[in-house]
């Protein structure tokens, strides 16, 4: 199973983006999935999170600006970023709940820069 994340790019502080992953050929099927974060010297953080049921979590440092959606159906989830801020600049990767209660599938990462 390879996730397949879209969205990503260059923003100035203050603005939004969104970011799209999907599970592509699992249509039918739900997993719990994520947007976990890197930013240069940092360690890997989950920024948000949304079970197969809905519920959601997000990082204290993103909550009341960024929103996580999915369509399972589609087997696609949604991270809605708004009021960007530099410190949000990171690699944002996907990832799933496959096979076990860990993620342990995860899709390629892609870039946000959020300039002041």
């Known amino acids: 199973v390879q996730l397949q994340a879209f969205g990503g790019g260059l923003v100035q502080a203050g603005g939004s983006l969104r970011l799209s992953c999907t599970v592509p050929?699992?249509?039918?099927?739900?997993?719990?999935m994520g947007w976990f974060r890197q930013a240069p010297g940092k360690e890997r953080e989950l920024a948000a999170s949304?079970?197969?049921?809905?519920?959601?979590y997000y990082t204290d440092s993103v909550k009341g600006r960024f929103s996580i959606s999915r369509d399972n159906s589609k087997n696609t989830v949604w991270l809605q970023m708004n009021n960007l801020k530099p410190d949000d600049t990171a690699v944002y990767s996907c990832?799933?709940?496959?096979?076990?209660?860990?993620?342990?599938?995860w899709g390629r990462g892609t870039l946000v820069t959020v300039s002041s």
């Open positions: 990832a799933a709940r496959v096979r076990t209660n860990q993620f342990d599938t």
């Open positions: 050929g699992r249509t039918g099927s739900s997993f719990d």
């Open positions: 949304i079970r197969k049921n809905g519920f959601a």
